[in-house]
């Protein structure tokens, strides 16, 4: 690597790193507003309401037209975040009430397993040796997380029934986006996706009952989580994935896991038990053993939406990896 790549290297890195970070505080961050009395509708609402203020802003300042590309397709992203984007967000969300955040992260991050199965079968190829071990290991690694709880009564069955979807969904919801989102600047891409899911989370508040957080370090903590593990999150992944491309992203955004696991352990007193740690390690294992094996091609950029020229889509692709996309 030279010094030219490295100085594009580095600061790409630590975005990945700190953005990931940053998904990983809000575990934490939803289990108090729960405390404060928001349900899981009512506080993504508003985390994705500030978070789409945020972006809809910068876009502005930018010069991009969002009633523009939204004529050109960006509806279309819009309404893959009011379906596939909701709900994949809102199975997690509503399975921490119930599961320990760490065990809900932990069981979340089998979904590259269910990605390559998903490649494999839409494309027709079969799956390496190296591959089915990879799979194997994560959802072994799944097993020994959640069957000691299941056999003692520890696991709540209904946030196991929360969690277990949220793979299967985020994984569709990827390789949708994958073709949606390269035609349009990340700032377009990200405003429009937002849009979507805040929408259908509003509806989901008015007809359950929109909440108020009672205090004000509620409400900061609201805002935090719309700019900081929201809009700011995004930026960042914009900015790095294209310059690390797709294979080293995957690894650095294992920081999210990370964090969640240490905050559950650290802050909110969740136990360590042998069974969670081997756990762990064969899902982490088996993420990055796929990430590391497997080639990329090099990361495109965004194609030109209809009416703009390639000097327009300067803001890098906003193409799915493996890190929670709306988290």
């Not at 199965?117 to 997380?145: E, N």
């Not at 930026?235 to 491309?245: A, C, D, E, K, Q």
């Not at 294992?285 to 080639?295: C, D, K, Q, T, Y």
């Amino acid at each position: 690597m030279t010094s030219e790549q490295a100085d594009r290297v580095w600061p790409a890195a630590l975005a990945a790193i700190f953005g990931s970070a940053l998904v990983g505080l809000m575990p934490l961050s939803a289990r108090l507003l729960y405390e404060e009395g928001l349900d899981a509708p009512s506080m993504l609402f508003w985390r994705f309401g500030v978070a789409l203020l945020a972006l809809s802003l910068i876009a502005h300042l930018r010069g991009l037209d969002l009633r523009r590309a939204w004529r050109a397709g960006a509806w279309r992203i819009s309404l893959l975040g009011a379906t596939l984007g909701a709900a994949q967000t809102l199975c997690f969300w509503e399975s921490i009430k119930t599961l320990d955040t760490s065990i809900a992260e932990l069981l979340f991050y089998t979904y590259p397993a269910v990605t390559l199965l998903l490649d494999r079968v839409v494309a027709k190829q079969p799956i390496r040796p190296l591959a089915v071990c990879c799979i194997a290991a994560i959802l072994f690694g799944a097993g020994l997380i959640t069957a000691p709880g299941l056999r003692t009564g520890a696991l709540d069955v209904r946030g196991l029934l929360w969690a277990a979807p949220a793979p299967l969904i985020y994984s569709v919801y990827l390789a949708i986006n994958v073709r949606l989102l390269r035609r349009h600047p990340a700032a377009i891409g990200a405003a429009s996706l937002f849009a979507g899911i805040f929408v259908t989370f509003g509806v989901a508040a008015v007809i359950d009952g929109l909440t108020l957080p009672p205090s004000v370090p509620g409400w900061l903590l609201v805002v935090f989580i719309g700019l900081g593990p929201g809009a700011l999150w995004m930026i960042l992944f914009t900015y790095s994935v294209p310059r690390l491309g797709a294979a080293s992203f995957a690894i650095l955004a294992n920081t999210e896991l990370v964090t969640v696991v240490a905050i559950g352990v650290l802050a909110l007193g969740e136990p360590v038990t042998p069974g969670r740690a081997v756990g762990a390690g064969l899902i982490l294992a088996g993420i990055l053993v796929h990430a590391l094996s497997r080639r990329y091609a090099p990361h495109p950029g965004p194609l030109p939406a209809r009416g703009e020229s390639a000097e327009d889509v300067d803001g890098g692709s906003l193409s799915p990896s493996p890190g929670r996309g709306t988290g």
